[in-house]
T-cell receptor, first 115, second 114 residues
Framework: DGGITQSPKYLFRKEGQNVTLSCEQN?????MYWYRQDPGQGLRLIYY???????QKGDIAEGYSVSREKKESFPLTVTSAQKNPTAFYLC??????????????FGQGTRLTVV | AQSVTQLDSHVSVSEGTPVLLRCNYS??????LFWYVQHPNKGLQLLLK??????LVKGINGFEAEFKKSETSFHLTKPSAHMSDAAEYFC????????????FGSGTQLTVLP
């Protein structure tokens, strides 16, 4: 089955540590996204990538980094510079073939907790 | 610029009664609009989408939404609520000419009472 896989489902980080969240898709979608979700705030865009080896900052990129070395993969690193990393992180992808972008498809999320 | 306002942060209905979740949007072009549902600690699942075809859109699980350009609204309805409908719902506006332009509402938590 095609879809987006995020791992791990739950992640615990100590203060000052970097952690990497995995996102893999087998939908052959061009664009991939990382969102952060906090209670009552909807989803906020961290980074997105339309093609391999290229990515753009979203609205809340500070303290995060990404890479897009393969079309299928878009890992997110939460660095120690992120002051309040405890949140639910969602990865998504969209198809841009045909000149128009489709709806977004989402993974099941990773809940990151700082301990 | 585009924006989405979900008019109710919480909605409670009794099982078997109609559901109405309200969404207003603002966009400087012809937008595409979506409703997503999220169950606790899960990703978002697409319920339905409007992409400039029929203004009344039918989705999964008996949900519908009507695009009203004059009112800039895209309200989500269901004739009869089921316990399994309890979840958070997000209205989303998108400029499909740009991969960047996906704007989420703040969500509406739907509670279904027995």
């Amino acid at each position: 089955d095609g879809g987006i896989t995020q791992s791990p489902k739950y992640l615990f980080r100590k203060e000052g540590q970097n952690v990497t969240l995995s996102c893999e898709q087998n939908l052959n979608h061009d664009a991939m996204y990382w969102y952060r979700q906090d209670p009552g705030q909807g989803l906020r865009l961290i980074y997105y990538s339309q093609i391999v080896n290229d990515f753009q900052k979203g609205d809340i990129a500070e303290g995060y980094s990404v890479s897009r070395e393969k079309k299928e993969s878009f890992p997110l690193t939460v660095t120690s510079a992120q002051k309040n990393p405890t949140a639910f992180y969602l990865c998504a992808s969209m198809d841009g073939s045909g000149g128009r972008w489709t709806e977004a498809f989402f993974g099941q999320g990773t809940r990151l907790t700082v301990v | 610029a585009q924006s989405v306002t979900q008019l109710d942060s919480h909605v409670s209905v009794s099982e078997g009664t109609p559901v109405l979740l309200r969404c207003n949007y603002s966009s400087s072009y012809s937008p595409s609009l979506f409703w997503y549902v999220q169950h606790p600690n899960k990703g978002l699942q697409l319920l339905l989408k409007y992409t400039s075809a029929a203004t009344l859109v039918k989705g999964i699980n008996g949900f519908e939404a009507e695009f009203k350009k004059s009112e800039t609204s895209f309200h989500l309805t269901k004739p009869s609520a089921h316990m399994s409908d309890a979840a958070e719902y997000f209205c989303v506006v998108s400029d499909l000419g740009s991969a960047r332009q996906l704007t989420f509402g703040s969500g509406t938590q739907l509670t279904v009472l027995p």
